[in-house]
């Protein structure tokens, strides 16, 4: 719990932008909260429920996705950039929840999807219409092989190849993730030109920033190159895992629009961009994406998000690889594309005091942080049976692949109501009673509870700049015990962790202000978790 503050500090103000060192809560607009009762969450629903969202002490919300779409990826394929999705409100909904987070100090940043829309898309149908109409090259298209083949071997994320065959123009368009998300051709100017018009449309609506989805795939090889085979090993549970992914993403030019796009969010007051960036290659692009000051503000991958074990190692490895010189790095353990952590990486009998612990981590970590929904009440994993599933990626792959629906199942605001209060009628993806149990008004109230612990290290974040924005230099890291140390404006603090489920020795050697499980003597118990001021 938190100790009395011994330092006298009581905020982290500095001249530090907004968002260096934010916390950032995601919210995935279809769980959040249904007000209009079909099973679905909305905009309202987000309203309603943003001062629970300010009280935990976040700087930020992500919306994801709440365009227009025929949802076959749920929203990840956009039909039209500037409108809302029915099944989410309207423009004025959204007006109004912009207004309401700015009212209680939230800065809201929303998702843009660059690489890639929906079949559904009117540029779409006008560039599949012929082969010499106005955006006949918007999209990527190729001439089949002799055979009739597709045009290379590239394979999507999602299964299968990443070409499909239109009739109409007699070509094959290419497709990273679903058939009916056909990849845009951002080397073409004017393509580019209208997604930075899609960006100044939600700038002037009001909007803090931008996360960025799958940004490097936004760029292909023109000259169409198979890629590689992938080396033996690692887990392959789709085509795609069976190759070194060169030439299908990852182009050098990403970085030129990426500066046009930034050059667009200068005209604008304290705005935000992160780039979500995985695959093989991640770091490196993460870094070029944000080097200097033309580019992005900050990038995130998939370090935590997929990792099976939270070690000393891992925690280690990532804080080194981007030291002070690199560009600023943001950090998420869990999202609407990944398992729950808790499922992922601690069994039954220690998970509470593990939840803790791994939200003290986040907490102190180096970098802005992004908590999804959920996070904060200790949420696992649900088990969605397969005759459940929504999501396309898990149905095409089963049962190799692990459903993300079981993290975007509906948030839990009452463990009494039916449906935990997420929405008077069946939700489009099931409860769990492991959720009721730990729904928001069970621990509003409870001193104790993870919700008001995930307060404490939020608050604790706020109050210490050298929590928020200062360095981090790693001073021990073992196969149990990992101890870093935060420093900024004469202030320093020691993080220790014990990641194991086993006790370990442990001297304390400063002021306490938060700690988690058994610290005491020389003895550090398991998943225990300390803070400390030192002199």
């Known amino acids: ?5 011994v330092s006298g500090t009581t905020s982290a103000t500095t001249t530090q932008p907004w968002w260096k060192g934010a916390a950032i809560y995601q919210i995935y607009p279809r ?3 249904d007000t209009n009762s079909d099973g679905v969450g909305d905009l309202p629903g987000i309203t309603k429920h943003l001062d629970y969202v300010a009280s935990l002490g976040v700087d930020a919300i992500w919306l994801s996705p709440f365009f227009t779409s025929p949802m076959r990826d749920f929203g990840y394929d956009v039909a039209d950039y500037r409108a809302v999705d029915p099944v989410f409100g ?3 909904d959204f007006d109004s929840l912009v207004a309401r987070a700015h009212e209680l100090g939230l800065k809201l940043i929303i998702d843009q999807v660059y690489s890639h829309s929906s079949d559904q898309h009117p540029w779409f149908l006008e560039s599949r219409s012929s082969r010499d109409n106005p955006k006949a090259d918007w999209y990527v298209w190729a001439d089949s092989k002799q055979d009739g083949s ?12 990443a070409w499909t065959w239109d009739a109409r123009r007699r070509q094959y368009y290419l497709h990273n993730f679903l058939g009916e998300q056909p990849d845009l051709n951002v080397h073409n100017p004017a393509v580019q030109d209208a997604l930075l018009d899609v960006a100044r449309f939600w700038l002037d609506r009001g909007v803090d920033g931008f ?3 799958a940004i490097n795939f936004a760029m292909h090889d023109p000259q169409l190159r198979d890629n590689p085979p992938a080396a033996a090993g690692g887990k392959r549970t789709r085509p795609f895992d069976f190759q070194q992914h060169i030439y299908n993403q990852s ?3 990403i970085v030129k629009f990426l500066e046009r796009l930034r050059a667009v969010t200068d005209e604008y007051d304290n705005r935000f ?3 979500e960036v995985g695959g093989d290659h991640a770091l490196g692009e993460m870094q070029a994406f944000t080097a200097g000051s033309r580019r992005l503000n900050s990038a995130y991958g998939f370090d935590f998000l997929y990792a099976g074990e939270l070690t000393p190692t891992l925690v280690t490895q990532v804080a080194r690889e981007w030291p002070e010189t690199a560009g600023w790095p943001s950090w998420a353990f869990e999202n609407h594309d990944a398992p729950r952590a808790l499922s992922r990486w601690v069994g039954q009998s220690h998970r509470d005091t593990f939840a803790r612990t791994k939200m003290l981590l986040l907490a102190t970590l180096r970098g802005s942080i992004i908590l999804y929904q959920g996070e904060e009440l200790g949420l696992p994993q649900v088990d969605v049976p397969f005759d459940r599933l929504q999501d396309p990626e898990a149905i095409a792959n089963w049962p190799l692949t692990l459903s993300r629906d079981g993290a975007r199942t509906p948030m839990p605001w009452s463990g009494s109501e039916p449906n935990h209060g997420f929405s008077h009628v069946e939700p489009w993806l099931p409860t769990s009673d492991s959720h009721g149990r730990l729904a928001v008004d069970r621990q509003q109230g409870e001193w104790g509870s993870m919700l008001n612990f995930t307060r404490e290290c939020l608050e604790l974040r706020k109050r210490f700049p050298a929590l928020r924005h200062g360095s981090m230099e790693i001073v021990g890291s073992g196969d149990a015990l990992l101890l870093f140390e935060r420093a900024a404006q004469g202030q320093r603090l020691r993080c220790s962790f014990n990641l194991t489920d086993q006790p370990v020795q442990f001297q304390p050697s400063g002021a ?13 118990g398991p998943y225990a978790a300390l803070i400390e001021e030192l002199g």
């Open 1 to 5: 719990m938190l100790a009395e503050d």
């Open 273 to 275: 961009t992160l780039a």
């Open 251 to 253: 182009h050098p030019d």
């Open 90 to 92: 309207t423009l004025a």
């Open 31 to 33: 769980s959040f909260a």
């Open 512 to 524: 306490p202000l938060l700690h988690v499980g058994e610290v005491g003597g020389q003895a550090f």
């Open 211 to 213: 996360r960025i989805d």
């Open 150 to 161: 597709p045009p290379n071997n590239w394979q999507s994320v999602f299964s299968g190849p």
